[in-house]
């Protein structure tokens, strides 16, 4: 029988996995990123953004997202599904989208060499 803690924490749990809550850190104290944003940002600069653009929103704003993204790359983490990706103009904005499509996509698509 589920006990009502045990229910609690699959509810927050299952909760946290669906809104992609999760977040990681190198170190306890330091600011959180979310995965999903630092691979689009993977994404991005693979695709043709430039990684200084990232360093240097890494070192002015103390964007941990960013800082996150540039390390990866510098250490070699690949996308394993690029090729369904492009980076292209859309309103005025630059948006990474599924090729042929208009609709930015998430993070979450991006497959790593690392997974």
Not at 31 to 52: C, K, N
Request: proline share 1%; net charge neutral; charged share 30%.
């Amino acid at each position: 029988m589920m006990t009502i803690e045990r229910w609690l924490l699959a509810t927050v749990l299952a909760t946290a996995r669906h809104q992609d809550l999760a977040a990681q850190s190198a170190d306890w104290q330091s600011v959180i990123w979310r995965e999903p944003q630092v691979r689009y940002l993977l994404a991005d600069m693979t695709l043709g953004g430039s990684i200084e653009f990232y360093r240097a929103a890494a070192e002015r704003d103390h964007e941990m997202g960013c800082l996150e993204a540039v390390r990866r790359t510098e250490e070699g983490y690949r996308i394993t599904n690029l090729d369904q990706f492009e980076r292209k103009q859309i309103e005025g904005k630059t948006l990474i989208t599924r090729k042929g499509r208009r609709e930015r996509i998430s993070g979450l698509e991006i497959k790593l060499s690392s997974d």
